[in-house]
């Protein structure tokens, strides 16, 4: 697609195609901050939702994270334009107080909470954000900084289950994920209609607007944003196969004991079948077996190099979970609780006047 392509506004087809799926949902919650993408998803939702005789009931929310002071104006200025397009509006406001570091991820989350609060209260299946293909890239690129595996650098998907806040129920949907923004800012241009200009998309601060500033220099070396969207969705393919691999892996291979310690024991095809496989299969049994949260990518693949590459009596422990391997098996169980040490009695000792007290191992002197 040229330049000239990635400028044109979204037609009317266009978005019958993007949001013809949820013609049959109870309702759509569509977050709108007031920038360029999210007005237009605003625009695009109530014009498609214009031309369908029985639908879902539309609601536009615009969270206020209390951050800029010009935050209230702007979703004042959002409901005004959803009044328009004939969508109700709410705003929603992060209250209390915010941390001093990793303060977008907390106004991420707490965004993701008021739009699942919002949802449930409509009755609404979905939550619609208007992340770009433009997005996509930058998430590819955050995402391989950190050193992810074929999971993360998979990108965002356009339906996926709701980050924070959706018990389950609620799903959060994607629908401009495959468009370039420069499409998107058109299409809101087009329509005569101005948008907020966000300064934090910008601050150095953060890492996702400092790899954006840098995209300009990486697409003249051919890592533009569509190759980066074209990236994550082949590793999304190659997820999928991996996953039926590891679930058929698992059927023919997992031996499960439930109850208060579980275990899963993996037979004697375990170390025969492809490493990414076992890496997976050992994953799960730990996720499941133990209780300590999420298993780093990288000490799982730590200890899975140990248990293959040492002797073949070992143990170890991760999450929650001893691993054990025992000849050609592998047993994942759930580790005992960890007994809370009381503290030691301070020692006293009688001073002299004038006496120096010499400090104890992991003490202080007196002065």
Same mark, same amino acid.
């Given at each position: 697609?040229?330049?000239?392509?990635?400028?044109?506004?979204?037609?009317?087809?266009?978005?019958?195609?993007?949001?013809?799926?949820?013609?049959?949902?109870?309702?759509?919650?569509?977050?709108?901050?007031?920038?360029?993408?999210?007005?237009?998803?605003?625009?695009?939702?109530?014009?498609?939702?214009?031309?369908?005789?029985?639908?879902?009931?539309?609601?536009?929310?615009?969270?206020?994270?209390?951050?800029?002071?010009?935050?209230?104006?702007?979703?004042?200025?959002?409901?005004?334009?959803?009044?328009?397009?004939?969508?109700?509006?709410?705003?929603?406001?992060?209250?209390?107080?915010?941390?001093?570091?990793?303060?977008?991820?907390?106004?991420?989350?707490?965004?993701? /909470?008021?739009?699942?609060? =919002? $949802?449930?209260?409509?009755? %609404?299946?979905?939550? #619609? +954000? *208007?992340?770009?293909?433009?997005?996509?890239?930058?998430?590819?690129?955050?995402?391989?900084?950190?050193?992810?595996?074929?999971?993360?650098?998979?990108?965002?998907?356009?339906?996926?289950?709701?980050?924070?806040?959706?018990?389950?129920?609620?799903?959060?949907?994607?629908?401009?994920?495959?468009?370039?923004?420069?499409?998107?800012?058109?299409?809101?241009?087009?329509?005569?209609?101005?948008?907020?200009?966000?300064?934090?998309?910008?601050?150095?601060?953060?890492? /996702?607007?400092?790899?954006? =500033? $840098?995209?300009?220099?990486? %697409?003249?070396?051919? #890592? +533009? *944003?569509?190759?980066?969207?074209?990236?994550?969705?082949?590793?999304?393919?190659?997820?999928?196969?991996?996953?039926?691999?590891?679930?058929?892996?698992?059927?023919?291979?997992?031996?499960?004991?439930?109850?208060?310690?579980?275990?899963?024991?993996?037979?004697?095809?375990?170390?025969?079948?492809?490493?990414?496989?076992?890496?997976?299969?050992?994953?799960?049994?730990?996720?499941?077996?133990?209780?300590?949260?999420?298993?780093?990518?990288?000490?799982?693949?730590?200890?899975?190099?140990?248990?293959?590459?040492?002797?073949?009596?070992?143990?170890?422990? #991760?999450?929650?979970?001893?691993?054990?391997?025992?000849?050609?098996?592998?047993?994942?169980?759930?580790?005992?609780?960890?007994?809370?040490?009381?503290?030691?009695?301070?020692?006293?000792?009688?001073?002299?006047?004038?006496?120096?007290?010499?400090?104890?191992?992991?003490?202080?002197?007196?002065?």
């Amino acid at each position: 697609m040229s330049a000239a392509d990635r400028a044109t506004p979204v037609s009317d087809a266009e978005a019958a195609i993007l949001f013809d799926s949820l013609r049959d949902a109870k309702g759509l919650v569509l977050a709108v901050s007031g920038g360029p993408d999210s007005t237009a998803l605003l625009l695009l939702a109530a014009r498609w939702r214009q031309r369908q005789k029985h639908g879902p009931a539309l609601l536009a929310v615009t969270v206020d994270h209390g951050l800029r002071p010009e935050a209230h104006a702007e979703a004042e200025a959002v409901k005004r334009m959803a009044k328009q397009s004939g969508v109700a509006h709410r705003m929603m406001r992060w209250t209390g107080r915010k941390p001093k570091s990793g303060l977008q991820k907390a106004a991420r989350e707490a965004r993701y /909470r008021l739009l699942a609060e =919002a $949802a449930r209260k409509i009755g %609404a299946d979905y939550v #619609l +954000t *208007a992340h770009t293909r433009d997005d996509q890239a930058e998430t590819v690129l955050i995402r391989m900084s950190r050193g992810s595996g074929i999971t993360g650098l998979g990108g965002m998907t356009s339906v996926a289950p709701f980050p924070v806040g959706g018990a389950g129920r609620v799903k959060l949907v994607r629908p401009l994920l495959d468009l370039p923004k420069a499409r998107l800012t058109a299409t809101v241009a087009a329509a005569g209609l101005e948008y907020a200009d966000d300064p934090s998309n910008r601050d150095p601060r953060f890492t /996702r607007a400092r790899l954006r =500033a $840098a995209m300009p220099a990486l %697409a003249r070396e051919g #890592l +533009t *944003a569509a190759r980066l969207a074209q990236l994550a969705r082949r590793l999304q393919r190659a997820e999928v196969a991996l996953e039926v691999a590891v679930v058929s892996a698992w059927t023919a291979l997992a031996q499960e004991r439930t109850g208060e310690m579980p275990v899963v024991t993996f037979g004697d095809g375990y170390l025969a079948l492809p490493e990414e496989v076992q890496v997976r299969l050992l994953g799960r049994a730990i996720a499941g077996v133990g209780d300590e949260g999420p298993v780093e990518l990288g000490k799982l693949e730590a200890l899975h190099s140990a248990l293959v590459e040492g002797h073949p009596r070992l143990r170890r422990t #991760l999450a929650g979970a001893i691993v054990t391997r025992d000849g050609d098996r592998l047993i994942v169980e759930r580790a005992p609780a960890r007994r809370k040490l009381r503290p030691a009695r301070a020692r006293r000792t009688p001073l002299n006047h004038g006496a120096t007290l010499q400090p104890q191992p992991g003490q202080t002197a007196l002065k």
